[in-house]
């Protein structure tokens, strides 16, 4: 599947893929359903989507409780689960029962309906990038991180730190595993030098971006 990210409520319904796209590498969590955006949910509801989205759609109920609510008495915070789930699915529409699931005291969301900028991150983190079909899902995947993992909406969620540094670090590895796959080509050189002014403490890029163009023989700042 090829992934685009950064949607807009123009886009024409994709035909192929998910029916639903959870974006997270972005300010707040964004969803889009048969290639529209749509409202995504808010405050637990979307905790809960993070937090299972960086989890590769797996959580532990019990890990979601403490996460969510570490001080609640255990019958309470099961209700307010529930309650969160339901808000969620309603969120993620159709037939989300199935969508999102809780079994056996797990959460799990259904990879072949559902799926994310994260996961495909994950998943071009261990692809080659020689073939132009890698090279253009990468592109469009990068295009469209414009922020770590919901660094607005959940600003001050310590909770998430070593998941944001994680996934940081995937894209920087991403990013660089691109200029070294195609150092000469235009798009590609777009596409970092924008990731690197949205992520200026990332002095990788920076670094990725000088040593390919000396690579191809290109004058780096021209590139820009």
Not at 106 to 117: A, Q, T, Y
Not at 139 to 152: E, I, N, R
Not at 162 to 175: G, I, K, P, S
Not at 185 to 207: I, K, S, Y
């Amino acid at each position: 599947m090829l992934f685009r990210s950064g949607f807009d409520d123009t886009d024409a319904p994709q035909a192929t893929g998910p029916e639903v796209v959870i974006e997270v590498l972005r300010p707040e969590v964004r969803l889009v359903r048969n290639g529209r955006a749509v409202s995504p949910p808010s405050g637990h509801a979307a905790r809960l989507l993070v937090r299972l989205v960086s989890r590769d759609g797996v959580l532990a109920a019990d890990a979601a409780i403490d996460d969510l609510w570490p001080d609640a008495p255990p019958s309470a915070a099961r209700n307010r689960l529930h309650q969160v789930l339901h808000r969620t699915r309603r969120a993620l529409g159709g037939d989300a029962d199935g969508m999102l699931t809780l079994t056996d005291g797990v959460l799990r969301l259904d990879s072949s309906r559902c799926g994310s900028d994260v996961g495909e991150l994950k998943a071009l983190g261990s692809l080659t990038l020689d073939d132009p079909l890698g090279r253009a899902r990468a592109c469009a995947l990068l295009d469209g991180v414009t922020s770590s993992l919901c660094a607005a909406q959940f600003a001050y969620d310590e909770a998430l730190d070593d998941d944001r540094w994680d996934l940081d670090r995937r894209v920087v590895e991403l990013a660089v595993a691109l200029l070294d796959a195609a150092p000469d080509d235009a798009e590609t050189r777009r596409v970092v030098w924008g990731l690197w002014d949205r992520f200026p403490e990332q002095f990788a890029l920076g670094e990725a971006l000088e040593h390919s163009a000396r690579t191809a023989g290109l004058d780096h700042e021209a590139t820009r």
